[in-house]
Nanobody
Framework: VQLVESGGGLAQPGGSLRLSCAAS????????ISWVRQAPGKGLEWVSG????????YYTDSVKGRFTISRDNAKNTVYLQMNSLKPEDTALYYC???????????????WGQGTQVTVSS
């Protein structure tokens, strides 16, 4: 199993970035994929998740209306479109795979290496 994030970088407040998570080594369409972030000096924070075939998505309150998660099961890829970025969005963003197929109990068995997002003027 491999999860590879990309798309991070430096953005100005109010700007946008799109993160990608390319997955391999498992039946991608059967698993919930989530984004989790860790700000400097802080703990892990779940950001967003997307279900399998029906692609129902959900978000933590602080990013609702600004971030959009999507998935392309044909490309085994999940995206996180981040708009109206704020300095408090600065963090290392990880892509994670739910440990249970077709469900999300908040348990993740595989993580990517992370991609850094920095929001600063």
């Amino acid at each position: 199993v491999q999860l590879v994030e990309s798309g991070g970088g430096l953005a100005q407040p109010g700007g946008s970035l799109r993160l990608s998570c390319a997955a391999s080594g498992f039946t991608f369409s059967n698993y919930v994929i989530s984004w989790v972030r860790q700000a400097p000096g802080k703990g892990l924070e779940w950001v967003s998740g997307i279900y399998t075939v029906d692609t129902i998505s959900y978000y933590t309150d602080s990013v609702k209306g600004r971030f959009t998660i999507s998935r392309d099961n044909a490309k085994n890829t999940v995206y996180l479109q981040m708009n109206s970025l704020k300095p408090e969005d600065t963090a290392l963003y990880y892509c994670t795979k739910s440990s249970t197929s077709n469900a999300d109990y908040g348990e993740y068995d595989y993580w990517g290496q992370g991609t850094q997002v920095t929001v600063s003027s």
